[in-house]
């Protein structure tokens, strides 16, 4: 039996994705026989990220700085402005190192089934970051579902007086998939056949 601490670690590890009670066990395991490489380590990237954890002001990112990196980068083109529906989903598109541009966050997608409206996501930012000029083309990078595209098309409609070129990824992103758990070359080519919306 394990003390009421290592108990508590092994539990708050378990709730993470992917990792059930077992593999919790297993990594709290790890931890304390390593303990001077793994778990000391492990606390203060820990403590570092609490403290200065923060949400992007411009795109919605989650970074230690506000403008996060990205925004802040002056090698990004900021006339390319993907739209996709959460930070995991942006983390992915950056793993490609494809998209030279910008990104937009939504927090979410529209769902009738779970009561998400257009107020509850950033659309309204969005829309104010398209009409404040400088923006030449909107990529929806929606995850393939029925809620993504339902969004996507939302976002089109909300989208389409202003002089933008509006695409969204096409070829390569299976039905019902997720962006965060494609490979890159899927992605590459997703984002390599982006085609027109409507």
């Not at 983390?91 to 490609?96: D, V, Y």
């Not at 029925?146 to 070129?165: K, S």
């Amino acid at each position: 039996m394990a003390s009421p601490e290592i108990e508590a670690l092994t539990q708050a590890l378990a709730r993470l994705p992917g990792l059930g009670p077992r593999s919790a066990r297993r990594a709290v395991l790890h931890l304390i026989k390593k303990r001077e490489v793994t778990l000391a380590p492990l606390l203060r990237a820990l403590e570092q990220v609490n403290d200065r954890l923060a949400t992007c002001g411009t795109c919605g990112n989650v970074d230690t700085t506000d403008p996060c990196a990205i925004c802040a980068d002056p090698r990004r083109d900021a006339r390319l402005l993907c739209v996709v529906e959460e930070v995991a989903d942006l983390w992915a598109l950056e793993r490609s190192r494809l998209f030279p541009g910008r990104f937009h966050v939504l927090g979410g997608r529209l769902s009738a089934l779970e009561g998400v409206r257009p107020e509850d996501l950033a659309i309204d930012r969005l829309v104010s970051r398209i009409a404040a000029g400088g923006v030449d083309e909107v990529v929806l990078a929606m995850n393939a579902t029925l809620e993504g595209q339902t969004t996507a098309h939302y976002i089109a409609d909300r989208l389409e007086n202003y002089p933008i070129r509006l695409t969204q990824l096409a070829h390569g992103l299976p039905v019902g998939g997720e962006l965060d758990y494609l490979d890159e070359g899927t992605l590459a080519q997703a984002l390599r056949a982006r085609r027109p919306v409507g």
